[in-house]
C-alpha cells in the first residue's frame, strides 16, 4: 500500500472512530441510565475505542532496531538508509534511543528532554537497580550521602562499578541543570545532536533523539528507531527498549552478533518476544549480524545453534532470518556512489572492505551489497510494513472498532428502544393507572396514620401528665381547705353567726340550732365545687387546645394534598368546632353530676331509722358542736360574745380537720379519676368524626388530584421515552453508516 494512501484512510478511519467515541461520551454524559444499565463488559469494550484512537492518530510506522551492544544496530540502520548517519559507539554508556526519519525540508535534529517528573523517576530506578544489585533493599530511601558511603566499599570490590558512576553523574548533574518541568525540546543541527549523545552527562537527561533525514529512500512516515542495547547501564533507556519490542514498534529487526548467538541481552530480548502475543513474533525480522566474522564451519555451527534456539523457544518457524554483514552493505553503498565521509572509523574498515571487494565479490559493489542481504532484509521489512502492517493496521482499527462498538451498542439501543416503543403504546396506561391508585392508597393512610399519631400521643399525654396536674391542683386545694379550718373566719362560729344574724336577723330554728355548723359546711362544700369545677374545665379546654394545635399540624397537609379547597377542608373544621363545644358541654354536665356527689357524700346522709347505718363523722361531730353554748344562744336579749362561741368554734374546726380533709380528698380523687376515660372517649368521637371526612370527602378529592398529578408526569415520560426512541433509532442509524463507511475505507485503501 502507498503511504500517501495509508495516510489517508488512516486519517478517515481516524475521524470515523473519533466520531464513535464523542457519540460514546454524549451517551455517557447524556444517558446515564442507560450506560450503566449496560452489561459492564460491553463498556468495557466500549472504552477500548481510545486505544484504537491513539494507535491511528499516530501517523508513524515504527521499526525497532534492538539487540546486544555493539550488535551492528547502528550499522543496520545507516545500511538501510545508505549513509553514514549513526556513528558507531565503543561506549556502551551514550546509548539514547535514535529516531530517524525521512523529511523533503531540512536536515535538522531535536532532543528531547526528560521533564521534571521523569527524571525524578530515573532517579528512583538507579536506586531501585543499586538495592537491587547490592540486595539491599533499604537503599531505595537511604539519603544519597549515607547510600553513597555503604555502597563505596561494595564497589571496590568491583561490583556495579558503572551503575555507581552513573548514579553520581546524574546526582551532580541533577543539582546543577536546569529541568523544564515538563520537558524540552531543543532543535540542533545533526554535528551537534552526536556531539551532546555522546556526552554521557547529556545523553543521560535525554529521552530520545530525533533526526529528520532527506534524501533516503524510506518513506517519509517509517521512523527507524536505533535503541540501546538491554545492559545500557541507564535502567530508563533499558525499559524503553522492551516496551518498543513488547508495544510500540511496528516492525522489530533483532540484530544478533552472530558470534556470540544469544548471549545475556540477546537472550532478554528472546525472552520478551516468546512470552508476547503472536503478533511481537510476527513483527520481529531475526538478523545475524557479522556473518562474515564467521569461518565457514562456524557459519554451519551458528545456523544449527540459531535453529535449535528457535525451536527450542517455540518461535513459530514461519521466522524470517537475515545473515548479514551491515559493514559491507554500508561500505557498498557509500563506495558506489563515492560519498565516503572521513570518518576514521569508517576509514579503519575500508581496508577490510577493498580486500574482500577483490576477493569476494568480483571487484563489483553491487555484489558486495547483494552478499551482505542487506537489501532482501531491507525489501522483506518494507514488504512488510507496506503490504501487510498498513493494511491489517487500518484492518484491524475497522474490526476493532466494529467489534468493540458497533457490534454490540446498537443491539443494547435497539433494546432499550423496543422496551421504550412497547412501553409508549400500551404498557404506559395501565402503569399509569396502577400508580395512581398506589399513590391514593399511600397519601391516604399516611394522612390518616398522622391523624391517628396525633390522638393516641395526646390520649397517652393525658393519662400520663395530666392526672399529674390534677394531683398537684387537688393538693392546692386540699391545703387551702386545711388553713382555712385551721384558723380562717370561714370555719370561726362567731362570725358565721353575725352574717346570719345580719342577713336574717336571728337563727333559725334547727333541731340542736344546727345552722351555723351547716352553714360552714356548706361554705366550704361551695368552695371545693366551684374549683373542681374550674380545674376540670380549665384541664378539659387546655385538652381541647392541645387537640385542635396537633390536628391543625395534620390538616395543613391534608389541606395542601386538595390544593386548599375550602369545600373540602370545611367540614374539618366544623367537626373540630363541634367537637369543642359537644366537648365542654359533656364535660360541664358531669363536672355538675359530680359536684352533687360530692356535695351528698360531703353531708346529707342521714342515718337510718334505727340510727344503725348511714350517717358520719362530720354530721356527728357537728351535732355535738351544735349543742355547745345552746343556753346562751337561746336568751335572745343577751348579746352574744366572741368568747362564747370559742368552744363551739373549736369543736366544728376539730370534727372538720379530723374527718372532712379525709373524705374530700378520698372522694376528690375518686372522682377526678373517673374523669379521663370521658375525655379520651371525647378525642374518639372526634377522632371518628374526623376520619369519617377524611373517607367520604378527602380520598375522593385525592383520587382526582392525583390523577392529575400522574397523569403530567407520564405525558413527561412519555414524551422522554418518545424522544429517547428517536435519538436511540438515529444513533443506531449513524453507528451502522459509518460501520458502512469504515468498510468503504478499507475497500478504497485497496
Ligand atoms: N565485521 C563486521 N563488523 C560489523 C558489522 N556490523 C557492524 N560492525 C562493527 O561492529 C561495531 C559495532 O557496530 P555498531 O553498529 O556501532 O553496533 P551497535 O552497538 O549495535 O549500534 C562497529 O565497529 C561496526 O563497524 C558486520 O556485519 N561485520
Ligand atoms: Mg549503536
Avoid at 518513506?219 to 528507531?225: C, R, S
Avoid at 544449527?304 to 525451536?311: L, R, T, V, Y
Avoid at 439501543?413 to 412501553?423: E, F, G
Avoid at 422522554?720 to 444513533?731: A, K, M, N
Wanted: with cysteine.
Amino acid at each position: 500500500m502507498k503511504p500517501s494512501h495509508y495516510q489517508e484512510s488512516r486519517k478517515a478511519l481516524l475521524n470515523h472512530i473519533d466520531r464513535l467515541r464523542s457519540m460514546r461520551d454524549e451517551l455517557v454524559a447524556k444517558e446515564p441510565l442507560f450506560m450503566n444499565n449496560l452489561p459492564p463488559d460491553v463498556r468495557q469494550k466500549m472504552l477500548l475505542l481510545d486505544r484504537e484512537s491513539t494507535r491511528l492518530r499516530n501517523p508513524d510506522l515504527a521499526v525497532a532496531f534492538v539487540g546486544g551492544f555493539s550488535a551492528g544496530k547502528s550499522s543496520l540502520v545507516n545500511a538501510f538508509l545508505g549513509r553514514y548517519l549513526l556513528p558507531e559507539s565503543t561506549k556502551v554508556t551514550t546509548a539514547v534511543p535514535t529516531f530517524v526519519r525521512s523529511t523533503t525540508g531540512s536536515e535538522t535534529a531535536e532532543l528531547h528532554y526528560l521533564n521534571e517528573a521523569e527524571a525524578e523517576l530515573l532517579g528512583e530506578m538507579y536506586r531501585r537497580e543499586i538495592a537491587n544489585l547490592f540486595n539491599l533493599p533499604e537503599l531505595v530511601s537511604t539519603p544519597y550521602s549515607n547510600l553513597m558511603q555503604q555502597v563505596q566499599p561494595l564497589v571496590r570490590e568491583g561490583r556495579g562499578r558503572r551503575l555507581v558512576e552513573q548514579f553520581e553523574i546524574y546526582q551532580t548533574q541533577k543539582q546543577n541543570r536546569k529541568i523544564d518541568p515538563r520537558g524540552r525540546i531543543e532543535n540542533v543541527s545533526l554535528h551537534e545532536a552526536h556531539q551532546k549523545i555522546r556526552d554521557e552527562t547529556e545523553a543521560m537527561f535525554l529521552d530520545r533523539v530525533v533526526l529528520h533525514i532527506n534524501g533516503s529512500q524510506i518513506p517519509e512516515d517509517i521512523v527507524l528507531v536505533d535503541l540501546p542495547g538491554v545492559s545500557v547501564p541507564n535502567p530508563r533507556h533499558r525499559e524503553i527498549t522492551f516496551r518498543f519490542v513488547s508495544e510500540e514498534a511496528h516492525a522489530v529487526v533483532f540484530v544478533l552478533m552472530a558470534t556470540r548467538l544469544f548471549d545475556k541481552d540477546e537472550g532478554e530480548i528472546l525472552e520478551v518476544i516468546r512470552a508476547g502475543e503472536s503478533h511481537i513474533a510476527e513483527k520481529t525480522f531475526w538478523v545475524l549480524n557479522r556473518w562474515d566474522s564467521l569461518s565457514l564451519q562456524q557459519q554451519h555451527q551458528t545456523v544449527a545453534d540459531f535453529e535449535a534456539k528457535m525451536h527450542e523457544t517455540e518461535i513459530p518457524n514461519n521466522y524470517q532470518w537475515f545473515r548479514t554483514n551491515a559493514l559491507h552493505g554500508l561500505l557498498a553503498q557509500l563506495c558506489a556512489c563515492d560519498e565516503l565521509p572521513n570518518d576514521p572509523a569508517l576509514q579503519s574498515h575500508l581496508k577490510d572492505y577493498m580486500d574482500a571487494l577483490e576477493a569476494r565479490y568480483g571487484g563489483s559493489h553491487e555484489t558486495a551489497k547483494k552478499e551482505s542481504q542487506l537489501p532482501q532484509l531491507q525489501e522483506q521489512v518494507f514488504q512488510f510494513i507496506n503490504d501487510r502492517l498498513r493494511q491489517t493496521t487500518l484492518r484491524s482499527a475497522v474490526q476493532n472498532a466494529r467489534d468493540n462498538f458497533c457490534e454490540p451498542l446498537p443491539s443494547h439501543l435497539r433494546q432499550t428502544k423496543d422496551n421504550d416503543d412497547a412501553l409508549i403504546n400500551g404498557d404506559l396506561r395501565r402503569k399509569e393507572k396502577e400508580q395512581s391508585q398506589q399513590r391514593v392508597d399511600d397519601r391516604y393512610e399516611q394522612r390518616k396514620a398522622d391523624l391517628d399519631d396525633q390522638f393516641k400521643s395526646l390520649g397517652n399525654e393525658i393519662s400520663s401528665q395530666r392526672s399529674e396536674v390534677f394531683r398537684t391542683h387537688a393538693k392546692e386545694l386540699i391545703d387551702q381547705l386545711q388553713t382555712k379550718i385551721a384558723d380562717g373566719p370561714e370555719t370561726d362560729a362567731y362570725t358565721i353567726y353575725n352574717e346570719i344574724i345580719n342577713s336574717h336577723g336571728r337563727l333559725r330554728k334547727y333541731p340542736y340550732h344546727f345552722e351555723i355548723e351547716l352553714r360552714i359546711v356548706d361554705n366550704l362544700n361551695t368552695i371545693l365545687k366551684h374549683s373542681f369545677r374550674d380545674i376540670v374545665r380549665n384541664q378539659a379546654s387546655e385538652i381541647f387546645n392541645e387537640l385542635v394545635k396537633r390536628v391543625k399540624n395534620a390538616l395543613v397537609k391534608i389541606s395542601e394534598d386538595v390544593g386548599h379547597d375550602p369545600e373540602i377542608m370545611k367540614p374539618f373544621n366544623d367537626v373540630m368546632y363541634k367537637g369543642h363545644n359537644s366537648f365542654i358541654e359533656r364535660i360541664d354536665g358531669i363536672v355538675m353530676d359530680k359536684a352533687a356527689e360530692l356535695d351528698a357524700s360531703l353531708l346529707y346522709k342521714p342515718k337510718d331509722w334505727l340510727g344503725l347505718h348511714g350517717g358520719n363523722k362530720i354530721l356527728d361531730g357537728l351535732e355535738q358542736a351544735a349543742r355547745l353554748g345552746f343556753e346562751n344562744i337561746q336568751d335572745a336579749s343577751r348579746s352574744i360574745e366572741r368568747t362564747d362561741m370559742e368552744h363551739k368554734t373549736k369543736k366544728i374546726r376539730e370534727t372538720l380537720h379530723n374527718h372532712y380533709i379525709d373524705q374530700v380528698s378520698a372522694d376528690y380523687n375518686r372522682i377526678i379519676k373517673g374523669f379521663f376515660p370521658i375525655i379520651i372517649s371525647n378525642l374518639h368521637q372526634i377522632k371518628d368524626e374526623i376520619f369519617k371526612v377524611l373517607a367520604t370527602k378527602y380520598r375522593p378529592a385525592l383520587d382526582i388530584r392525583l390523577a392529575h398529578e400522574i397523569e403530567e408526569e407520564f405525558a413527561g415520560q412519555r414524551k422522554d421515552l418518545e424522544e429517547r426512541s428517536r435519538r436511540f433509532r438515529t444513533l443506531i442509524e449513524q453507528i451502522e453508516l459509518i460501520s458502512r463507511e469504515m468498510g468503504a475505507v478499507l475497500v478504497g485503501a485497496g
